[in-house]
């Protein structure tokens, strides 16, 4: 399994039409991961928490779309998420992609999206 690092990047979405680039916040440190989208209103992009099977939305401001990867980088399961709520663990999700709600359908994510992830140090 690949591994990042805590940083930026680009989100690669490879739909039906030309791929799609998106900012990228990766989260890969126990900390990273658990400060999250945490007390923000917005989000440029999307974020990648990795490793990751579920999450949360307790105590976040705003509602957002929740995308689980395999291992592969394709989307298993995809859903928005209002504040307030946890997330069922999903069986094979090895990372998640978080963005504001309606930006995944926007990108033309959907369950069988394969995405990719490029790092500002390639």
Do not use: C, F, N
């Not at 739909?15 to 989000?43: C, F, H, M, N, Q």
């Not at 394709?74 to 090895?94: D, E």
């Amino acid at each position: 399994m690949r591994r990042w690092q805590d940083g930026r990047g680009s989100l690669v979405i490879h739909g039906d039409e030309d791929p799609v680039t998106v900012p990228l916040e990766i989260a890969t440190s126990y900390r990273a991961r658990a400060k999250g989208l945490l007390g923000r209103d917005s989000l440029d992009g999307a974020m990648l928490l990795s490793p990751a099977g579920s999450i949360h939305t307790l105590r976040m401001r705003m509602p957002i779309d929740v995308a689980y990867l395999d291992r592969r980088l394709t989307v298993i399961a995809l859903r928005t998420m209002p504040p307030g709520r946890l997330g069922l663990p999903r069986p094979r999700s090895r990372h998640v992609l978080e963005a504001e709600a309606g930006a995944m359908a926007g990108w033309g994510v959907r369950v069988g999206t394969r995405v990719s992830i490029e790092t500002e140090a390639e």
